[in-house]
């Protein structure tokens, strides 16, 4: 049974950083492609940061472009979104996801939250101003 684990939410106040964990386990072998989502409270969830894990090839959501950055390590995998120059508009639960097959990438941006995906139970990240 696959699990993912997610760790390092926190409050932080704006301008802050942080970095979320998410461990996987349960799969066969490292899942091809790796996310990083996010939902609002009242919001839908929206693609944060996707990775493919071979290649290491990435792709954010417009409003995290140039301050978050997902990272993976293998030995302990891990994968990673280090998160720089918080907002209070970051405030959400923060959802690891993996995508065995890189199946969500298909026809489309791979920051979409298609059922393809596993998910974590999520960490939640509070930025005030």
């Known amino acids: 049974q696959v699990h993912l684990m997610e760790s390092g939410g926190g409050s932080v106040q704006a301008g802050g950083s942080l970095r979320l964990s998410c461990v996987y386990s349960?799969?066969?072998?490292?899942?091809?492609?790796m996310a990083w989502f996010r939902q609002a409270l009242g919001k839908e969830r929206e693609g944060v940061a996707h990775?493919?894990?071979?290649?290491?090839?990435?792709e954010y959501g417009d409003s995290v472009k140039g301050r978050f950055t997902i990272s993976q390590d293998n030995a302990k995998k891990t994968v990673y979104l280090q998160m720089n120059s918080l907002k209070p508009g970051d405030t959400a639960m923060y959802y690891c996801?993996?995508?065995?097959?890189?199946?969500?990438?298909?026809?489309?941006?791979?920051?979409?939250?298609?059922?393809?995906?596993?998910w974590g139970q999520g960490t939640q990240v509070t930025v005030s101003s």
């Open positions: 996801a993996a995508d065995k097959y890189c199946s969500a990438t298909v026809g489309g941006s791979s920051l979409r939250p298609l059922p393809y995906y596993d």
């Open positions: 349960g799969y066969t072998s490292r899942p091809n492609c």
């Open positions: 990775l493919y894990t071979g290649s290491l090839r990435t």
